[in-house]
Each structure stands twice: as C-alpha cells, then as structure tokens.
C-alpha cells in the first residue's frame, strides 16, 4: 500500500518591521513570568538581543539571558547551554534571537528542561538513541536574525557529535517554536558572506523540497509512525514555489547591499516560507552531503564567521554540491527541475539536465560562494570519506526522488570539485 496522507505544521507566526519590540505582550499571553533567552555571541554584539530583552523586562517579565550559543551548535556547547538552563531554571519560557545556532540552541535547553535524560539519548538512532520527549516542552518564541535556516518554524535541531564526527540532528514535533517573530529589521547587520551562505540554504530547502519525492511515492505509515517530513505535496509545494520566486527577486541585491531594507524583507520572507514547505516536505541529497563536508573541515575560515576555528557554513556547505545533485535527479522529474529554474530566472533559454546547475552556479559566482569543494579544501582523494559520511543520512536520502547509491553520491562529489 502506498501513502495517501500528508500533514502540514506550523507555528504561530509574527512578521514584519517592529514585530520584534512586541515580545513581552507576547510572552504575556503564555503567562510567562520568568524566560531564558538564548543567543550567541556576535548576534549579542548587534545590540538586538539586550533590546529585546529590555522590552521583555518592561513588560514586568524576568529574563536571563544566556549569551554563548556556539555557532554551528555541537554536543559538548548544547550540553553547556541544557545545563546552564537546569542550573538556572526553571523558566515558564523561552526565547531564542540568533540564526539557527540559537533558536537550536535554545529547542535542546527546553527540551531538557522539561524532560528527564542526557542529550544524546534524543539524537536521532543511530547516533544516539532516539528517545521522544514524553512531556510537553514550554513555549518557545523564535526570533530569527539571519535570512536562512527556517528553524524559527522546524521540529529540529541540528548538531555535532564530536566525538563521532558526525551531524545530525534531534527531531520532534514537540520541538517546533510556539511563535516565530520574523522582524526583517534584524536582518540587516548579518555580513555579506552570512547573507549569501544563509541564502543558499533558503534556496536548497525550497528546492530540494521542491523536488523531493511525492508524499504518495513512499509506503502507507500507521498514526504512530509519522514523523514531521511526508515529502512533497501540494502545501509544501506553495511554500518553495513562492520562496523561490522572492529569491529571484531580491538574493544578488540582499548580499551586494545589506542596507537595502525591502530587500532584506523579502528575504525574510523567503526563509520563512522555504521553513514552511521543508519543514514537512523535507530535504535531500544536498543537505545529505553537507552533513559530512561540514563535518570534516580542516583548515576553510570563510569572512564575517567566527575566525577561532575552521568551518565550512550549513547554507554554504549544501549549495556545494547542489548543481551536481540537480543534475542527478533531474531525469526522476524534469519538469519540477525546470519549473525550479524559470522560477529563479524567468528569463533563462534552455530545457534540459544543465538548465538549473546552470542557474545554480552563475548564482553562486554572483554573490561571493566558493567556486566547489576544492576551493574549501577537499580534492579527490577525500571523495570516498564524503561518501562513508553521506551515506549515513539514509533519512535524507530516502527523500530524494531517485534511488541514490555511493557510486552516484561518488559522481557528485567529484563533479562538484569545481563550479564555473
Ligand atoms: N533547525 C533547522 O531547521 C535548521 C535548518 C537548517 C540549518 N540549521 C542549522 O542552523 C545553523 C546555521 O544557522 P544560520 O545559517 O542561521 O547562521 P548562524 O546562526 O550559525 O549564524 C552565523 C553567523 O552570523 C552571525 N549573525 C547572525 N545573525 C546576525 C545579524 N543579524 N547580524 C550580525 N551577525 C549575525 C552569528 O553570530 C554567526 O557568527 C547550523 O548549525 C545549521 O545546521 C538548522
Ligand atoms: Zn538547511
């Protein structure tokens, strides 16, 4: 029997400049008398965080405020801030102000602030050992300040095990932020290089959505055994075909001029709604693959990160081998592939495999990504540990619309070295 069910989840959402100055009004109305708000470090800088958290005091609520969410979150800065949270709790709610280092900081705090165990017994399986939450978490108000992850409405938060050098994740609908505040206006310090890497995971998550495989491909589950991603399906499809849309329209000129305000507003919106549609549709191969060229970084320092240690950044660690995954998958729906293309340049010639890699890496050049995987260090000799690595996200995988083996992950790979 094949599947005859899609589900679409949400949280309630706040958008719009200003929308950030009314959170203690909000936070009333889930009787919070005591929060945590969680951020990192170059977002506390911004000034953004300790406003918020000022309008929040006036409004006769108590905030702690918890400053070291890592960028690019691992077990051992999760189970810093989940026992900082238990030392200082308890909190009738949470707020979270950052990119998606925060807001995921902040689900794994109240996740183990409300429920018994260790981080690692959440992890997915078989990373750790996928334990669902039995209590109900409290409400968490997500107020996303770069133009990207889409976490601010996602059941997940994303993480490195260390000591497994592996990314993964923790997955729940009961992780999913109570209200996004999506404030454009916050937006507008992020540097050019977190505007572009950000931006490109916006684009993968619409895309890859986009293109996933059809709810009504897989086999039929039981209540019990759905989870928050169901693949493509007419709601999700909404969401990526119109994300794609405003990205074509305001991507180049968000990266080349921060100030432009109603560019960096339809950015904003463009998060949120590639949130909206990946977050149950779901991702595949190119986020499959940035897990591992992520993970195994040696010595890439990309501009306006954290320089203390080296990274490769999630958006920019996906768009890598997205043109080569496109490429891939194109025969498994060519249509979709193309619409994906015209959407994101109405004026693009051409119908076939090439088309939206073609779109992708002139894209790509345009706003300051690196030119493939050589030029943040891998070469052909490090194809086959990118694939061990990618192999090991068979949840993703299975949501691509084609079958894909190591061989064809190996092909990605190395047509993925270098972009134009
Ligand atoms: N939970 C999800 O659904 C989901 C989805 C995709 C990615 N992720 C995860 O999210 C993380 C990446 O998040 P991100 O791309 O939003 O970036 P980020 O939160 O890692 O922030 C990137 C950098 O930009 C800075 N920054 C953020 N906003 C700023 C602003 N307005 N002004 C100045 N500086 C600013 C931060 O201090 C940091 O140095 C990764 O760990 C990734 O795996 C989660
Ligand atoms: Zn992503």
New binding site residues.
Partial sequence: MTETVFTYGAPALKFGTGSSSEIGHDLGQYDAHRVLLIT???????G?PGRIADQVRAAGIEVVVFDR?R???TDASLEEAVAFGRAEGPFDAYVAV???????TA?AVNLLGTNEGELLDYVNAPVGGGRAPDRPLRPLVAV????????E????????VLAQHV?T?ISHPRLRPTLAVVDPE??????AM?TA??GM?ILC?ALESYTARWYAGFPAKKAEERVPYCGANPIADMWSEKALSLLAGAFRSAVRDGGDAAAREQMALAATFA?MG??NAGVHIP?AN?YPI?GRVRDYRPK???QDEPIV???MA?SLTAPEAFRFTFEAAPERHLTAARLLDPNVSGGDSDTLPKVLSTLMRDIGIPNGLAEVGYGDADVDDLVTGALQQQRLLATAPREVTGDDLAGVFRGSMEHW
């Fill in positions: 990192d470090p170059g977002v506390a800088a911004t953004h969410a960028v690019e979150p950052g990119g998606g280092s925060a807001i995921d689900k996303p300040t770069t133009t990207g992850t889409g976490s409405s996602t059941t997940i938060c994303v993480l490195d990314k994740g916050l937006t507008m310090t992020q540097p977190v890497a950000s995971d998550h949130g990946f977050g986020h940035a992520a306006g990160y954290p950044p999630h958006g996906v």
